[in-house]
């Protein structure tokens, strides 16, 4: 394995173990971790797949991953593998799918906790491109809980371009936008393939993606005080869409 | 002033100055800060009320604020003005009032965020009971974007206690729990003073807490990975009660 990132804390490790697709290099494990149920699991699924796991001094994690937020284990694993657009669209081909692109969002503690709504909400990709935002780096894995080995992240040299070849491909582009005229929750979400785009929290969406959006929405607030953080509002919307989605189907 | 804390970052700063309540000691500035209009506000707004600020050098705001996140811009204060619980039923008594109450969480970002999206949400309140969770600290007051000058802060040594006394004034119990029966849209919230109970994200709400509760309610979720952020998780209930109310006045 020639590149190696590492991912830390229990919970991201057991996600990355009981994904197929994560390669292993080792897992380093503290000689002073708590033998809890996590760790003992991660020792469990380890020994099934051959992976090579050793005990270390906590100094040596702490070297790894200076912060101190390991929780007593650090996995070395091949980065994760992106996709390609073409790739994602031709995948979900024949389904209803939908995506979310993060337009220069660069916090990765924001990036990671949208990973991990777009996951529960039953979102199939994230579309990060690679000059304007974060790539999936240590902290990422952690905050998303691991929900980096269930979703597609999809690397994109051009936004725009990836938007035109969504909307060619059927998407139906949503951006939100806190000037639009339309609330989140005025967009029937449960019929369409889309792609939801969301801005860095201060700049926004840029003008160019906004131009190809199909429909702008806002969220409505209750004060002046307008600032949601944006995992937040990306939490917002895509709930607001599995809760359509639900009601439909409570109804059938 | 006898007791300080700091607050950083550019917005927070700015908040804090617009808010009528909040005692500064005094604001110190990066040398090299670029002289962008958020500095400029802050310099203004000091003037206007007789702040002391003071140019220094980079060195001097790391050593304050070693994590880097100051924006070449760190305030004096004095510590948040904590409410009494009896303080803050008897200020919002004979209006519709609604409160969230934080059990167990423990992430300093989750706590800002939890207080941005109340504040955006037209929430009156945070309760966080001082034995089981973090009072606002820096990371707090940078990652609620200043919110915390825009909400109560309630503080109390007992969560049942508390409860209890919101029961006697009227409010209905809401807890968030993933085991719950009902669905968080299923409520309507626009009717009546609420509490919101959010727990810790993998303990949930203590026993205690759950049997005092008027309504459970979970997130449907569109896959098994069962685990929202609980800033996210606290989002998104709250922007549902913002929707209902939207929707209800827009009928009027």
Known sequence: MKDTT??????????????????????????????????????KLALQKGIVFQFVAKEKLNSIEPDGRHQGVIAQIAPIKYYDLDEFIEKHKGELSSVVLLDGVEDSHNVGAIIRSCVCAGIKGVIIPSRRGVLINSTVEKTSAGAT?????????SPVSAIQKLKENNYWVIASDHHAEHNHYEIDYTDMNFVLIMGAEHAGISKSLLKLADYKVKIPMLTNFNSLNVSNATAIILFEYVSQLCKKNNKK
């Open 6 to 43: 590492i991912i830390y804390g229990k919970n991201a490790i057991i996600e990355a173990l009981e994904n197929e697709e994560r390669e292993f290099n080792k897992i380093l494990i503290s000689n002073n971790a708590r033998a809890d149920a996590k760790i003992e699991q991660i020792k």
């Open 149 to 157: 080995s269930h979703i597609s992240i999809i690397k994109v040299n």
